[in-house]
């Protein structure tokens, strides 16, 4: 597959989601959601290898995911991330970015390409979460939507310390393209990293705020992913069958500004 750009991409951070959102199967490999054409689920052609990723994402609940979940009085900003799959050198990987050191929130934290929705991207509880997940991963790293296969979407999660509701949307690189940075100023860069050191427990640990809150963590491709998006990928990992014991006392402390 075509390998991330090392320069600089964007994205912004989330939190956990609560609901399963069903959405109708469409029968093409490639999504159209940047032109606000038909965007639909597919688990058509996708590779074996991602097969337990798909019976995960069919049965994992909620209160698996996460304990973060979206207010029941629907408050919360409606928002999606891409979680892509697609093929390396060295097997499956994913797709991350990392946002610009210089922004106000999650500044130089490594995340999924992801926003908020907007108007045109459609209604939040059909397919407008598939949409906006495309359009921003187009925006933030040139990511050519065409070329990608959703084939499924994890419940809605919450973020409470930016009141994000997120919908995390599954996607197959069926078709890769170049991607890379396009906005300095929001990016620092866009990188894939591989499963394989993803699940390697020599890369593991556990991350501890000031406030006391412990999380899963990633130390790979010199970056450290914790927070919200090592989160979705610790029980990814997990519930697909992929995770390798590793030790939950080898510990990183954050800085109370994280």
Same mark, same amino acid.
């Given at each position: 597959?075509?390998?991330?750009?090392?320069?600089?991409?964007?994205?912004?951070?989330?939190?956990?989601?609560?609901?399963?959102?069903?959405?109708?199967?469409? #029968?093409?490999?490639?999504?159209?959601?940047?032109?606000?054409?038909?965007?639909?689920?597919?688990?058509?052609?996708?590779?074996?290898?991602?097969?337990?990723?798909?019976?995960?994402?069919?049965? @994992?609940?909620?209160?698996?995911?996460?304990?973060?979940?979206?207010? @029941?009085?629907?408050?919360?900003?409606?928002?999606?991330?891409?979680?892509?799959?697609?093929?390396? #050198?060295?097997?499956?990987?994913? !797709?991350?970015?990392?946002?610009?050191?210089?922004?106000?929130?999650?500044?130089?934290?490594?995340?999924?390409?992801?926003?908020?929705? #907007?108007?045109?991207?459609?209604?939040?509880?059909?397919?407008?979460?598939?949409?906006?997940?495309?359009?921003?991963?187009?925006?933030?790293?040139?990511?050519?939507?065409?070329?990608?296969?959703?084939?499924?979407? !994890?419940?809605?999660?919450?973020?409470?310390?930016?009141?994000?509701?997120?919908?995390?949307?599954?996607?197959?690189?069926?078709?890769?393209?170049?991607?890379?940075?396009? #906005?300095?100023?929001?990016?620092?860069?866009?990188?894939?990293?591989?499963?394989?050191?993803?699940?390697?427990?020599?890369?593991?640990?556990?991350?501890?705020?000031?406030?006391?809150?412990?999380?899963?963590?990633?130390?790979?491709?010199?970056? !450290?992913?914790?927070?919200?998006?090592?989160?979705?990928?610790?029980? !990814?990992?997990?519930?697909?069958?992929?995770?390798?014991?590793?030790?939950?006392?080898?510990?990183?402390?954050?800085?109370?500004?994280?």
């Amino acid at each position: 597959m075509t390998h991330a750009s090392n320069t600089h991409s964007r994205h912004d951070g989330y939190g956990t989601h609560d609901t399963h959102d069903s959405h109708g199967t469409h #029968d093409s490999h490639g999504t159209d959601g940047s032109q606000g054409g038909p965007v639909a689920l597919s688990k058509e052609g996708l590779p074996d290898w991602l097969a337990p990723v798909v019976r995960a994402a069919e049965t @994992v609940e909620p209160l698996q995911l996460s304990r973060f979940l979206p207010p @029941v009085n629907g408050a919360g900003r409606q928002s999606a991330v891409l979680i892509l799959f697609g093929e390396g #050198d060295r097997g499956p990987e994913l !797709l991350l970015m990392e946002r610009a050191g210089s922004l106000r929130s999650h500044a130089g934290q490594p995340s999924f390409p992801g926003g908020a929705l #907007d108007p045109e991207d459609g209604d939040p509880k059909t397919d407008g979460p598939l949409r906006a997940a495309l359009r921003e991963a187009e925006e933030e790293t040139g990511l050519d939507p065409s070329g990608v296969q959703l084939f499924a979407v !994890l419940p809605k999660l919450y973020i409470p310390v930016s009141s994000f509701v997120v919908t995390p949307v599954l996607g197959w690189w069926r078709r890769p393209t170049p991607v890379g940075v396009v #906005d300095p100023a929001e990016t620092a860069r866009v990188f894939t990293v591989p499963v394989a050191d993803l699940t390697d427990p020599a890369n593991r640990a556990t991350t501890v705020h000031p406030s006391g809150h412990r999380g899963p963590a990633f130390l790979v491709e010199s970056a !450290l992913v914790w927070g919200f998006t090592a989160g979705v990928i610790d029980k !990814l990992l997990h519930y697909a069958g992929w995770e390798r014991p590793w030790d939950r006392e080898n510990q990183v402390p954050l800085d109370w500004r994280a």
